[in-house]
Nanobody, 128 residues
Framework: QVHLVQSGGGLVQAGGSLSLSCVVSGSTFDFYAVAWFRQAPGKEREGVASISNGDRSTHYADSVKGRFTISRDKVKNTAYLQMNSLKTEDTAVYYC?????????????????????WGQGTQVTVSS
């Protein structure tokens, strides 16, 4: 199975920055697109950013465009989400995901890819 282990997150003041990391094991990392999603209380899971495995094209939710940057390092099998100029509405649990399908796991679509393997999630809280 594909395993995704996240790190980062925490509490930050509005206007500050945080960086999230996601280490992928169990498959060839560069075969799959990678994405970050988030879910706030009472809301559905929302796609934040994605990056393809081929041309490395990126897609961002309008709400984070210009503030967040997704990247990947195939040597380290790691995906990153750099979050700048954070707002209180960015508060959510953030999940990394890969295109690899895993039995029994939910799927979400972003940037023309279907994501079906998920990290454990990490809380990001932005205070005013």
């Amino acid at each position: 199975q594909v395993h995704l282990v996240q790190s980062g997150g925490g509490l930050v003041q509005a206007g500050g920055s945080l960086s999230l990391s996601c280490v992928v094991s169990g498959s060839t990392f560069d075969f799959y697109a990678v994405a970050w999603f988030r879910q706030a209380p009472g809301k559905e899971r929302e796609g934040v950013a994605s990056i393809s495995n081929g041309d490395r094209s990126t897609h961002y939710a309008d709400s984070v465009k210009g503030r967040f940057t997704i990247s990947r390092d195939k040597v380290k099998n790691t995906a990153y989400l750099q979050m700048n100029s954070l707002k209180t509405e960015d508060t959510a649990v953030y999940y990394c995901a890969t295109e690899h399908m895993t039995a029994g796991q939910t799927t979400e679509v972003m940037g023309g890819h279907i994501f079906g393997s998920w990290g454990q999630g990490t809380q990001v809280t932005v205070s005013s």
